[in-house]
């Protein structure tokens, strides 16, 4: 195994890491968004942007991995097929990288599933806040100011 293959196979395996550590938290912000606890919500959206900042900072080091464990093969991926370039590699480094690939896959896919329930649930409460609200608004003009309120008005009004 070439340094540069073995590079791109530590950055990819760091990315797949963060990935689940990205699932595990946006699981566990669900349920505290569930039960409303607030504290617990800014916490665990603090954590998610720190994963998200990480995985930017892993996707500028595999892109550099990328390019170089591509130029030392000799064949460039990026002009052949993914499946090309994998088999010049060894055997054994070809079917390990393949398994990585599609853990990655599955993981990222993982993400954008729970990713879409979180924003089913957050479009849900924005609409129920919104229903919220309206009813409110109706309510305001049934009442009117207490006494107190109004005695205090009419006497700036007559001054």
């Known amino acids: 195994m070439t340094a540069e293959i073995a590079n791109l196979t530590n950055v990819l395996e760091c990315k797949l890491a ?10 566990a912000c669900r349920g505290a968004y569930l ?8 916490a665990h959206t603090a954590k998610q942007t720190l994963i998200c900042e990480k995985l930017r900072s892993n996707e500028y080091q595999r892109a550099r991995a990328w390019r170089a464990a591509s130029a030392s093969s000799g064949q460039l991926a990026n002009h052949g097929t993914l499946t090309a370039w ?15 690939l599609t853990a990655l896959a599955v993981a990222e896919g993982e993400v954008r599933h729970i990713n879409h329930i979180h924003t089913v649930l957050l479009e849900g409460t924005r ?33």
Request: glycine share 4%; net charge negative.
């Open 18 to 27: 963060l990935l689940h550590e990205l699932t595990r938290e946006l699981r």
């Open 35 to 42: 039960g409303m606890d607030l504290e617990a919500i800014y």
């Open 86 to 100: 994998i088999q010049t590699l060894e055997p054994a480094l070809g079917e390990q990288f393949r398994h990585l």
């Open 127 to 159: 609409r129920t806040l919104h229903v919220l609200a309206n009813a409110m608004a109706t309510l305001a003009p049934m009442y009117a100011p207490p006494a107190a309120l109004e005695n205090i008005s009419a006497v700036r009004t007559r001054a």
